[in-house]
């Protein structure tokens, strides 16, 4: 059981935006950064967001992230079909002294 | 350009110990931490500590406490993880991901991953 909520699937037609949620407790995202990263099929994780919502060098704006309170979300704007991948939020656990993932949101693109 | 190299597949006993290498380059290796985060098939990532190359000091996950073991030889920009007494549940991809220095310490770029299997 992970720490971290996330819905398993979400999916939009190409164009649309899609919101994917990350709820955690007070131990972690309540208090520390949140991040979001992408994995490709058969690829390594891809940090998309970090520090809640940071965008690293080289990450398109159709990616943004926000969060209140223990809950987050990513936003996936104009929805692409390069964007079918699974999505995994993460974060500090001062409880656990550790970095968590959650269970992964797989983004179909219909 | 980055780059981080692991190590290949390895097939292991249980009971078992493994060691996997990545190898940095292309950057300032002892301005990094580097993580571990391994991925069971069809689940999430997750972390196992880091190790900062520069003191070699580590930080591991409560759930590996005295099983893994990471360090790092910087003349050859290379760090390892060692996870003993294996069992069937350790098989998983196992990753090395540098963080972004001082911008954020957070697993940023990632190796290409390595396989391990566990199986008697």
């Known amino acids: 059981q992970s720490v971290l909520t996330q819905p398993p699937s979400a999916s939009g037609t190409p164009g649309q935006r899609v919101t994917i949620s990350c709820s955690g407790s007070?131990?972690?995202?309540?208090?520390?950064?949140v991040y979001w990263y992408q994995q490709l099929p058969g690829s390594a994780p891809k940090l998309l967001i970090y520090?809640?919502?940071q965008r690293p060098s080289g990450v398109p704006d159709q990616f943004s992230g926000s969060k209140s309170g223990i809950s987050a979300s990513l936003a996936i704007s104009g929805l692409r079909s390069e964007a079918e991948a699974d999505y995994y939020c993460?974060?500090?656990?001062?409880?656990?002294?550790?970095?968590?993932f959650g269970p992964g949101t797989k983004v179909s693109v219909l | 350009q980055v780059q981080l190299v692991q190590s290949g597949a390895e097939v292991k006993k249980p009971g078992a110990s493994v060691r996997v290498s990545c190898k940095a380059s292309?950057?300032?290796?002892?301005?990094?931490?580097v993580h571990w985060v391994r991925q069971a098939p069809g689940q999430g990532p997750e972390w196992m500590g880091w190790?900062?190359?520069?003191?070699?000091?580590?930080t591991y996950a409560q759930k590996f406490e005295g099983r893994v073991t990471m360090t790092r030889v910087t003349f050859i920009n290379t760090v390892y993880m060692e996870l003993s007494s294996l069992r069937s549940d350790d098989t998983a991809v196992y990753y090395c991901?540098?963080?972004?220095?001082?911008?954020?310490?957070?697993?940023?770029?990632w190796g290409q991953g390595t396989l391990i299997t566990v199986s008697s």
């Open positions: 292309g950057y300032t290796f002892i301005g990094h931490y």
């Open positions: 520090k809640d919502d």
């Open positions: 190790i900062n190359p520069n003191s070699g000091d580590t």
């Open positions: 007070t131990s972690n995202v309540g208090s520390n950064y």
């Open positions: 993460a974060s500090w656990d001062d409880s656990l002294a550790g970095y968590v």
């Open positions: 991901a540098r963080d972004q220095g001082h911008v954020d310490t957070a697993p940023y770029m």
